[in-house]
């Protein structure tokens, strides 16, 4: 059902340093998602342990990426000159990760019942960002929560008649009480490129376990279990042909923005992607969508 403000019955607004966020609060679960970015911070069923990792020094300022949670790389991921040239040729700023998760969307609805609760967001992403960036294009976010899980889908409608290329990914930080004695399991076979490594290609062999730092971009959007001690993720994605696994490692924990210095022992990133070669591309009025669902195994 969908239910108007002052009408919800789980869902309010809060204030958090300079952002505006919603708060879900029902039976079941809790979740909370900032307008800023349409960042998921927080997801977690009963009063049981988040499922997300939010940095103890983010920082929730207009403009500023949230360090954790869920944010959204587009509409390019990484380096602009990592990317193909159609979608590099689009971009004016030598930033990262693209502008959706500093804009600030809009809350296009919100749909409550005794079992989920479902926020949606919108972003116009049009000339007001034509110093960074050339398009026109519609951005829809859609935020399922449950008890089995969270669902994010990401929605991409091309506005202008030129063809839009695109990156993108749903950057989720997931905790871990161990990263050596975390796994991934599901890329077994599939290629990736080393980023650490001078972007070499090589083929993952096993379940993925981290030593040190690793940046790497596997070229499959397989189902994944994300296994950390005592618990276990399923990770299903739509949409992507392409995962990112991050973990900056000691050295690089340092040198990052509102990351604790041993941050990097207590978390790690898996992102639904597309990413490389499995850049998109859309005509007028087509719409593509990246989605993930996090679930229990
Ligand atoms: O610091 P950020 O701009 O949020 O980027 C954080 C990280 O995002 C991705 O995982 C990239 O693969 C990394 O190379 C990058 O360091």
Not at 27 to 42: S, V, W
Not at 78 to 90: F, Y
Not at 204 to 222: L, N, P
């Amino acid at each position: 059902m969908t239910t108007q403000p002052g009408h919800w019955s789980f869902t309010r607004w809060t204030t958090i340093g300079q952002l505006e966020a919603i708060d879900v609060h029902h039976p079941l679960f809790r979740a909370q998602l900032f307008l800023q970015g349409a960042h998921l911070t927080h997801f977690a069923t009963h009063d049981k342990p988040d499922w997300l990792w939010l940095s103890d020094t983010a920082r929730f300022e207009t403009g500023r990426a949230i360090r954790g949670g869920i944010p959204i790389c587009w509409p390019w991921f990484g380096a602009p000159e990592k990317n193909p040239p159609e979608v590099r040729k689009r971009i004016k700023t030598g930033d990262s990760h693209g502008f959706a998760r500093t804009a600030l969307w809009k809350l296009e609805d919100v749909r409550e019942s005794a079992h989920e609760v479902e926020v949606s967001l919108s972003l116009a992403a049009n000339e007001d960002f034509a110093d960074v960036w050339t398009g026109h294009a519609l951005l829809l976010a859609t935020f399922n929560f449950s008890v089995k899980g969270c669902q994010i889908a990401l929605t991409t409608t091309n506005l202008n008649d030129s063809p839009l290329a695109f990156t993108q990914a749903l950057h989720t930080y997931l905790p871990t009480s161990d990263i050596e004695l975390t796994g991934i399991e599901g890329l077994d076979g599939s290629d990736y490129v080393d980023t650490l490594d001078d972007w070499s290609y090589r083929q993952q062999k096993g379940v993925i376990t981290f030593h040190g730092e690793t940046d790497r971009i596997y070229e499959s959007g397989s189902p994944l279990v994300v296994a950390t001690p005592g618990r276990r993720r399923s990770l299903v994605a739509i949409g992507s042909d392409s995962t990112v696994v991050w973990n900056p490692g000691p050295r690089k924990a340092k040198a990052l923005s509102d990351f604790p210095d041993t941050g990097w022992k207590d978390m790690l990133c898996v992102e639904t992607a597309n990413a490389l070669s499995d850049y998109r591309v859309l005509n007028e009025g087509q719409s593509h969508t990246l989605g993930v669902m996090i679930g229990r195994v």
